[in-house]
């Protein structure tokens, strides 16, 4: 079956450290997201990336890092500089444009990775 | 302002009534519209994209796109409980090269 994956799902930082969260598709998809939810919030844009080797900050990029070295995976790192990362993380990708008609597809959502500050 | 702003919630229907969530943006050259269904704790799904001003339908949903007035809108018909989630408006435009923003999302319960 294709889709996105995301591991973990639940995941505990205590203060300072670094994690790594994964973002894993086989749907072939050129363009990948990463996005961040707060409760009660709609989703605001950590980075994303049209192409491999290749990516962008979105609206909330600092204290973030991420990667695209290949184009099934784009992991997200959580660096000790995000003040407030407690939230709940999504991975999207996205198929190119013009498959559905309009000039953009829409995206297709992993299952999320939950992440806890201890 | 923001960029795409959706009606305040929480919206409450009896079931078999019919829901109405809207959804306006700012970026008059916006191009592409989408509706996506979260359910607590979950990641959204789409329910429905829409591209030309009119109405599209696809069983008890419709979408509405008034580009003139810059205005979507997503019509659930018969809901039924498990209508019950938050609904997502997603917009792309010519210019954010291949990045949606979303809306806030209105949070739907349909009560039987």
């Known amino acids: 079956d294709g889709g996105i994956t995301q591991s973990p799902k639940y995941l505990f930082r205590k203060e300072g450290q670094n994690v790594t969260l994964s973002c894993e598709q086989n749907?072939?998809?050129?363009?990948m997201y990463w996005y961040r939810q707060d409760p009660g919030q709609g989703l605001r844009l950590i980075y994303y990336?049209?192409?491999?080797?290749?990516?962008q900050k979105g609206d909330i990029a600092e204290g973030y890092s991420v990667s695209r070295e290949k184009k099934e995976s784009f992991p997200l790192t959580v660096t000790s500089a995000q003040k407030n990362p407690t939230a709940f993380y999504l991975c999207?990708?996205?198929?190119?444009?013009?498959?559905?008609?309009?000039?953009?597809?829409?995206?297709?959502f992993g299952p999320g990775t939950r992440l806890t500050v201890l | 302002q923001k960029e795409v702003e959706q009606n305040s919630g929480p919206l409450s229907v009896p079931e078999g009534a019919i829901a109405s969530l809207n959804c306006t943006y700012s970026?008059?050259?916006?191009?592409?519209f989408f509706w996506y269904r979260q359910y607590s704790g979950k990641s959204p799904e789409l329910i429905m994209f829409?591209?030309?001003?009119g109405d599209k339908e696809d069983g008890r949903f419709t979408a509405q796109l008034n580009k003139a007035s810059q205005y979507v809108s997503l019509l659930i018909r018969d809901s039924q409980p498990s209508d019950s989630a938050t609904y997502l408006c997603?917009?792309?435009?010519?210019?954010?090269?291949?990045?949606?923003?979303f809306g806030d999302g209105t949070t739907l319960t349909v009560k039987p």
């Open positions: 970026d008059r050259g916006s191009q592409s």
């Open positions: 990336s049209q192409i491999v080797n290749d990516f």
């Open positions: 749907l072939n998809h050129d363009a």
């Open positions: 997603a917009v792309n435009g010519v210019t954010n090269a291949g990045k949606s923003t």
């Open positions: 999207a990708s996205r198929s190119p444009a013009g498959l559905a008609g309009g000039t953009y597809n829409e995206q297709f």
């Open positions: 829409i591209y030309s001003n």
